[in-house]
């Protein structure tokens, strides 16, 4: 399918500027908290989850990079006490804003066509679950006292009580009440969201209206995309296909409500942002005066959502790798990048040390041709002790006799903070 003519010529820099802009990276660290957290998530639409916790989880890792001084905690009372916020799905697990519920009215319905079948071993579980919630209230898998297993999700097997948990939590039938650890505490739905948000109406009232909206959100997740990023477009109904999304994409520019666009050095390629937006692409062709910034950017972050485009955009190939076979990784288990300004400068392997609250930097890589200056030292340190203090961490360390720590020391100043 043909796609449109794009309406203006942007160069890599002014496209790296905008994205970073969009994503309040530019400067990181600049919203405050709860408004701020709400304010990003509506702007973005969601943030993914992912229970992997080495220094953090994903949405926490998300929201230390855009809100000042941010602590675990102010995410955990919006979801669990205030319930502002919701977890739900969106691209895979996610975490959407409250009025966000009846939108998501398709995908519940895709997920009661495709696991309700009661003759289905988890749905026949089902009934003495919402039997067990209504009675006694919040509950987790644990305990179901239920010793048949069945294989399920990632190639893994599940006692009946968790597939049906899960498949409950899909279709809308309950949510989440709170977590330990990892682990889910579920409620009947009606029990977390308030009446009147449960009865609205699914505000898209046709396929194309859904997709339309969708799409428009998706776009809004990241700020500029491609019609090919298949990954990207992860849990919107209907566009497992490029030429859907394409004609999506079409449509929605004969609308007015997307502009296409290109980017020099990649002929042949068309780019999307939305209609609201352009004044934004404006301002980002224009370059900053202000001290430029550093960030630790999280494996799942919305600014990473597109690994072709990051590599395109800011010449920044990264691949999370903590599924892959050791003998496959290229860096290492855990691995996060750094943002410095509107460039990305090198990755860093840490881990946390909870019960001497040290942060430890198994390894460290700086990008071709970086070599740092006074400028990017400091802001790193000011990024490191930012990054600490969202760990509760007192201590940092690293391997002195690595060949990748060469140019380290300049993380000894953050130790004298805490002496």
């Not at 289905?120 to 209230?137: H, Q, T, V, W, Y």
């Not at 009147?196 to 969708?214: A, G, I, V």
């Not at 990048?337 to 430890?360: A, K, Q």
Request: net charge positive.
């Amino acid at each position: 399918m043909n796609q449109p003519d794009p309406v203006q010529t942007i160069s890599k820099a002014q496209a790296r500027r905008f994205l970073l802009k969009h994503q309040y990276l530019f400067p990181p660290r600049r919203l405050k908290g709860r408004d701020g957290i709400l304010a990003f998530i509506q702007h973005v639409g969601s943030i993914q989850f992912d229970p992997i916790n080495v220094v953090g989880r994903n949405p926490d890792l998300v929201l230390q990079s855009r809100i000042m001084k941010y602590r675990p905690h102010q995410l955990e009372g919006l979801l669990y006490e205030e319930r502002q916020l919701v977890d739900g799905w969106d691209k895979m697990q996610s975490i959407v804003h409250i009025q966000d519920w009846p939108c998501f009215s398709r995908h519940r319905e895709y997920m009661r066509k495709r696991h309700g079948d009661p003759s289905k071993r988890a749905m026949a579980a089902a009934p003495e679950i919402l039997k067990a919630l209504d009675e006694l209230g919040p509950l987790s898998s644990i305990d179901f006292k239920h010793t048949e297993r069945l294989d399920w999700s990632w190639g893994r097997s599940a006692s009946i009580a968790k597939a049906a948990l899960d498949v409950l939590y899909v279709m809308g039938e309950i949510g989440i009440h709170h977590k330990v650890g990892t682990r889910r505490v579920f409620d009947l739905i009606d029990r977390l969201i308030p009446p009147e948000t449960l009865s609205l109406p699914d505000p898209n009232p046709t396929d194309e209206d859904y997709q339309d909206w969708h799409v428009l959100r998706r776009i809004g997740g990241l700020g500029l995309v491609q019609a090919g990023a298949s990954e990207y477009w992860g849990g919107i109904l209907g566009i497992r296909q490029k030429n859907q999304r394409q004609t999506i994409l079409n449509r929605l520019v004969e609308k007015g409500k997307l502009l296409p666009v290109s980017v020099d050095g990649l002929v042949g390629r068309t780019f999307y942002i939305c209609n609201r937006d352009e004044k934004s692409l404006h301002e980002a062709s224009k370059a900053s005066r202000a001290k430029p910034g550093a960030a630790i950017i999280a494996p799942l972050d919305n600014l990473l959502w597109d690994r072709n485009l990051v590599r395109w955009i800011f010449e920044f190939d990264y691949v999370w790798e903590v599924y892959k076979p050791v003998s496959k990784r290229i860096f290492g288990y855990y691995v996060l990048p750094i943002l410095y300004g509107d460039r990305f400068i090198g990755r860093f392997e840490p881990t946390f040390d909870r019960i001497s609250n040290e942060l430890v930097i198994k390894n460290w890589w700086w990008e071709e041709g970086i070599v740092p200056d006074e400028k990017m030292e400091s802001a790193l340190l000011e990024c490191m002790l930012d990054f600490m203090n969202f760990l509760g961490a007192k201590k940092v360390s690293w391997a002195e006799d690595s060949r990748n720590k060469i140019g380290m020391s300049w993380l000894s100043p953050l130790n004298e903070a805490y002496q």
